[in-house]
């Protein structure tokens, strides 16, 4: 996972790893990037996306049945962090 910063929303990058081409079910992401933000979305896809329990200082952001069917790109997937300030 890679991250960018812009105005006060962090945007995790996720590479597909290998060959594959469609997203995975879950994501781990950092828990201190997770906890500052108040809506996290998938960039290409509308609605917002879970997050379940952190272990070792990291979160699972659970991704929708309907994102990984049709994912917004191939190769690379960004989600958005969002904060009450930056929406």
Known sequence: VFTSKRDGTVYAIILAEGNRVTM???????TRLISKANKITLLGFEGELSVSESQNGQSTVIIPATAQAKPPCSYAWVIKLSTIDNQ
Do not use: F
């Open 24 to 30: 995975p079910e879950k994501l781990m992401i950092p």
